[in-house]
């Protein structure tokens, strides 16, 4: 069976809640930012595009709007801020 791998995220940065979809995972960090990573044909990392990403990477729009809860669905991923609004994408 394959071993676990820890996932790099970068050395400030403490993960408080990760949730997975099919071809996606999404890591809330202590902050309130959001990093994402896996397929993303769909639009569904919510990086802009469409591209894979094999590497965890922060997601911008959040960098002034800090959240609270993530939740990776099957093709779409969606977000809570700290002021309760809901983001979807």
Sequence with gaps: APAPLMVKLPPTVKAVSISCGMDHTMVLTERGMIYVWGLGAFGNLGT???EDC???TV???FLDKPCKAV???SKHS???T???VVYSW
């Design 82 to 84: 700290v002021d309760g």
């Design 48 to 50: 802009g595009g469409t």
């Design 71 to 73: 939740a990776a669905g």
């Design 59 to 61: 997601l911008p729009f």
């Design 78 to 80: 969606l977000a809570i």
């Design 54 to 56: 094999y590497e965890p």
